[in-house]
């Protein structure tokens, strides 16, 4: 199973007991998944279709709560993904599609017939439960959320321009940096932050799904850091080393043309002791000398060496 279907699993068995909130959800299932079907002159009837059994079983719940209606669950293959079912659930204007849709806000009524609600049916959504629950239902309708794994992702896919930015701004009402991009004639709603995709699954209730994502965020932290760590090691000591073989090389060149000897005594003991100990840390090699010296004395050393080497190079660079 996908992390998204793990996670609609989930949501979509919450027993929802309010029926403010039983109707907000069932409003935006309808709203997600419905298609209305025209009979006649204020005659409509609802067909409601998903690929999720979990989802069907929440619709055929909610309505019979609600509107006490028992509806026909028809079961097809799906003819593009063989091996998916297609589960459909049709309500006609005999059994009440009419009222159910200006219950749910979806429909309303007034001197010149019935009109579409294309945007958020924002009088059932007035209590912060009954949010919850609308964004519950959208996210089981048209809701993905990506393999934490490999990125974080969750959107909701919506084919009404006005809905969406709806939907964008109730999601940001709770501070979830939601955004929308066309796609493909949908206008989709997507959160890409993991910290809010984390908000979001905790606002639905999918609180299962939420520990295993925080699991997955802990965990690429954790390896994040660590690679952070070992870079940072890695950069440091190519830096000691780049610095020990520049000092091993004006040592050897000092030694060519003029001999150790002729440097004074503290310089020429530190440059016997690093082509000696080629690896060693400016730490140890200060515990070598005689008496032993700080770091910053033996670099001290090491970059008079350096000085020396280069006023070498340049007098005989003048000569030829």
């Given at each position: ?48 279709s998903t690929e999720n059994a979990a ?85 089981l309708g048209g809701g993905s959320v ?29 501070g979830l940096g939601a955004k929308v ?140």
């Open positions: 199973m996908t992390f998204s279907s793990i996670a609609k699993s989930e949501i979509s068995k919450i027993p929802v007991t309010s029926k403010c909130c039983q109707l907000a959800e069932l409003s935006a299932l309808i709203k997600m998944t419905g298609t209305i079907q025209i009979h006649g002159i204020n005659s409509v009837g609802i067909r409601l989802i069907a079983r929440a619709l055929f719940s909610l309505i019979k709560s609600c509107f006490d209606i028992h509806t026909k669950v028809t079961v097809r293959k799906n003819k593009q993904l063989k091996k998916n079912n297609n589960y459909a659930l049709y309500i006609d204007p005999e059994s009440g599609a009419r009222e159910i849709l200006k219950a749910t806000g979806i429909l309303s009524e007034g001197e010149k017939g019935i009109k579409l609600n294309y945007k958020l049916p924002h009088q059932l959504v007035k209590k912060s439960c009954c949010r919850k629950s609308y964004l519950r239902g959208v996210f990506s393999d934490p794994e490999k990125t974080y992702h969750l959107e909701l896919v919506i084919n009404n321009e006005d809905f969406a930015e709806d939907i964008k701004n109730l999601l940001n009402e709770y991009v066309v796609r493909k004639g949908n206008y989709v709603v997507y959160i890409k932050e993991g910290e809010h995709i984390v908000d979001f699954l905790n606002i639905i209730g999918a609180h299962n799904a939420l520990l295993s994502l925080e699991n997955v965020r802990i965990y690429k932290e954790m390896r994040n850091n660590v690679n952070r760590i070992v870079n940072c090691e890695t950069a440091n000591l190519d830096k000691t080393l780049n610095a020990a073989m520049r000092q091993i090389e004006n040592i050897k060149y000092i030694k060519s043309k003029i001999g150790l000897e002729r440097l004074p005594e503290g310089l020429a003991e530190i440059a016997e002791l690093r082509l000696r100990f080629k690896d060693a840390s400016l730490k140890e090699l200060g515990e070598m000398m005689s008496p032993p010296i700080g770091k910053s004395g033996i670099n001290h050393r090491l970059r008079k060496l350096g000085q020396i080497a280069e006023s070498v190079r340049k007098k005989n660079k003048e000569r030829d």
